[in-house]
């Protein structure tokens, strides 16, 4: 009995000491609620890990591997979070936008591809309480694919233009999404077709001139007749041709005009109200078959018997007609081998 208790005890305590040991990192973050939150899902910190497994630290190892996302104890990422990661030669990325403050335990796993491995790692994210953004912009640029314009270093090469296009330095990005999770189609695999990209900002500032120009109705006769009106002169900020924007696609939001989200609905109890009893009535009222019967039977068996009618006359009434001038004459022969018994022979008479 005490044996059996040691053994469990000692078994707990591996299980315990391995799950802990499975935790390599745990990565803690504060963001805040309606700014995009943005993760490198590094290839290289899990890579480490699978060679101290194998303690072959002294040589660079560059494994393919992939990544699975999901919150911690769920199957999924939340709703409001993203995990894309194109090919496994290359890092992965978590984006999204926080809509809610709260805190939320993410749970990345890592598989070596070459000796199937695996390595996890949790992230917990905690979003804080943040003012809305009073204006935001957004702007579609074609030429990227999303995981092209995450990294810090894009973002900010984007958001420069942004700053000179809305002549105010407090910008903030708000979300960046994949065109196709906006119903974009899927391009076609040749170079110099992208998926498009959304990136949508914000300030506490009022919109600048340039931006005002997308509320005209010039601007709205423009891009109605076609797709292809280019950035003003005077607002063409860009300066590397992937990150341009398409100008047809910028929409304003002005938070300020918008009306208060309606009232959320009052929860009931769950049960439906009672209707009172259903009587159902005695019998159906009669209904009138007559016609239907006349349409379904009595027409096709009309139709039916003179088309027999027909049929027949021309079998028997217009036969000799066919054969006009020919009687068909049967000559009984007397059977042998290779002989026909009988033989119909038309004659003339
Ligand atoms: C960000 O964009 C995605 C896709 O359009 C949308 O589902 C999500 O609600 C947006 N988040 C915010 C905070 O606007």
Redesign the pocket.
Known sequence: MSFCFFVFLFYFHSVFAATLCGISAEIKFTIAV?RLFTYEVMRENFQSDFDSYSQKLYILHNDPMIFKCNQQGYPDLPE?LRFIQRRPSENGFLY??P?TPGKTFIEIYAINKNSYDTARDLLVIKAVPEKMLPYQAEFFIELREVEKVLPSSVQSEIKQDLQKLWDNEALEI??I?NAL??GGRVPLPLAGHYEGV?V?VGSKKYFSRCLQRVMTPQYQRQCAAGDKVKVPGECHFCKIPSNCITWCKTKLFDRTKMEPAPPAPTMGSGILEDEGYFDPPESPPSRDYFPDYIVTVIVPLIIAVLLCLLLAYIMYGRREGVYHGFVLVGVLKSPGWGQPSMCLQPRKI
């Open positions: 309606g409001w999204g936008t809509t708000v979300n999404t999770d906006r959304y949508k």
